[in-house]
């Protein structure tokens, strides 16, 4: 598999991108997102036995049940930053090793329930939470310690309304090739 093949499994949608100019509309959108994504990806990922949950989405990728459960950690770590920019005055969040994470007995094998579960409790306070917010309150922002780059809440909205896409098309596109 060459490496234009293996971009393209790695980024379905594409790479982030922040849009030029973040509306209310697309605010509404993306949380609308947030909350449907826990049923969705369950109602993906559900029926798939134990050997198709242990398949890698691509070669030298995690497995399905390693990116149900990354996607449960990284927006635990995502809800966490909405509440430091919130409460703090440009907050410098800590970083995770998410690939280390994935490393890990549970991302490995805990039943994918777990973190389904997680996901569904987690975006109803995250898309509460969202929906109580102010125009002031979404130009809150964090500091990302590895690069320095400032992100607004509105951003974050974006960003992981991005990023639950992301990881659903990868499990979706393997369902597809497989015919699963």
């Known amino acids: 598999m060459d490496t234009t093949e293996i971009e393209r499994l790695r980024y379905p949608i594409g790479h982030f991108q922040l ?33 198709q949950l242990s398949t890698t989405y691509r070669p030298g990728g995690w497995t399905v049940r390693q990116l149900v459960h990354h996607i449960a950690d990284s927006h635990h770590h995502s809800y966490t930053r909405f509440k430091w920019a919130l409460t703090e005055n440009t907050a410098i969040i800590k970083a995770y090793e998410e690939k280390e994470w994935s490393k890990l007995f549970d991302a490995k094998t805990a039943p994918i329930q777990l973190s389904l579960t997680y996901l569904s409790a987690l975006h109803a306070k995250l898309v509460y939470l969202l929906r109580g917010l102010s125009d002031v309150d979404m130009q809150k922002c964090y500091t990302h310690p590895e690069d320095q780059i400032v992100v607004t809440v509105a951003e974050n909205v974006c960003k992981y309304a991005w990023h639950g896409r992301h990881h659903y098309t990868h499990i979706e596109n393997l369902i597809k090739r497989e015919g699963w």
Do not use: A, G, H, W
Not at 21 to 26: F, P, R
């Open 19 to 51: 849009p030029t100019k973040i509306t209310s509309e697309l605010l509404q959108k993306n949380i609308d997102e947030l909350e449907q994504y826990p049923r969705k990806l369950s109602d993906l990922v559900s029926n798939l036995n134990e050997q």
